[in-house]
Each structure stands twice: as C-alpha cells, then as structure tokens.
C-alpha cells in the first residue's frame, strides 16, 4: 500500500478549499482519505489562516513510507516556518 499525502480539492466553483488528506496513490482525486492531516484555504486574508497542519500526523505518515507530492511539501515549509516565527523566544 503506497501511501501519499496531496490535496483533494472542496468548495464552490471560484471559492476553492483544500483538503490535505493521506491516501493510497491508487486512489482517484475524490477518493475517500485514510485521514485529513490539514487545509489550505488559497483565498483567505492572513497567511496563518491559509495553511492549517495536524503536524503530529504527518510526521505520522511521513515516518510510516508517506510520500508528500511536491505541493504539500511546500506548504509544510511554510506552515513550519511560520509556527516558529510565532513561538515567543525565550
């Protein structure tokens, strides 16, 4: 069972939502996840709101053989630097 992390398009026509969702590769675009690891909301104002990330689950799958498609990828960069832009220092 090869497992990838991608986005599964929801929403209206013009008002698109993503779902970040580990699934079987095999598995077509509106095929049912093995879980929903995040989202991306591309039109909302405040970058923080754009990306939300359950990292503790995709370390999960990611330690488990999980391949993120390069998409994610990115936007998990950009969801972990900002989580440590907002952490207080120290």
């Known amino acids: 069972m090869a497992?990838?992390?991608r986005l599964q398009r929801?929403?209206?026509r013009i008002q698109?939502?993503?779902r970040m969702v580990a699934i079987e590769k095999n598995r077509g675009p509106h095929g049912r996840p093995l879980e929903i690891v995040g989202h991306y909301?591309?039109?909302a104002e405040k970058d923080k709101d754009k990306v939300q990330v359950k990292m503790d689950k995709i370390d999960y799958w990611l330690k488990n053989g999980a391949k993120a498609s390069s998409t994610v990828a990115s936007?998990?960069?950009?969801?972990?630097?900002?989580?440590?832009s907002t952490e207080p220092k120290a």
């Open 3 to 5: 497992v990838v992390i």
């Open 10 to 12: 929801h929403g209206k």
């Open 16 to 18: 698109p939502h993503y």
């Open 41 to 43: 909301d591309p039109k």
């Open 75 to 84: 936007l998990i960069k950009k969801a972990k630097k900002s989580a440590a």
